[in-house]
Nanobody, 124 residues
Framework: QVQLVESGGGLVQAGGSLRLSCAAS????????MGWFRQAPGKEREFVAA????????YHADSVKGRFSISRDNAKNTLYLQMNSLKPEDTAVYYC?????????????????WGQGTQVTVSA
């Protein structure tokens, strides 16, 4: 079993930055791809970013490319999402996810474990 716990969310003004963290426990962290997804009120959950087990392969949604950056520290069993130049439309609950495969993946169905989510609110 895997447990994922997100942290780092909060309220920030437009143009500001936040760094989300996701602590994983319960399995060998370094062999799994991980990702970030988000769900805004009234909308479906959407892909944000993904990273392979080595960290050398990353994907970012077009809506966040150039502003957000996914990374991981396998020694600390932790996944990160650095979010810069935040916009009101980035407001959502952000979820981290872990998949039973080493490659990065962009679809929800590729992931086996999910965190409880952390709220990010960007004010205009």
């Amino acid at each position: 079993q895997v447990q994922l716990v997100e942290s780092g969310g909060g309220l920030v003004q437009a143009g500001g930055s936040l760094r989300l963290s996701c602590a994983a426990s319960g399995r060998t962290f370094g062999r799994y791809g991980m990702g970030w997804f988000r769900q805004a009120p009234g909308k479906e959950r959407e892909f944000v970013a993904a990273i392979g087990w080595s960290g050398s392969t990353t994907y970012h949604a077009d809506s966040v490319k150039g502003r957000f950056s996914i990374s991981r520290d396998n020694a600390k069993n932790t996944l990160y999402l650095q979010m810069n130049s935040l916009k009101p439309e980035d407001t959502a609950v952000y979820y981290c996810a872990l998949r039973g495969g080493i490659a990065a993946a962009t679809t929800e169905s590729s992931y086996d474990y999910w965190g409880q989510g952390t709220q990010v609110t960007v004010s205009a």
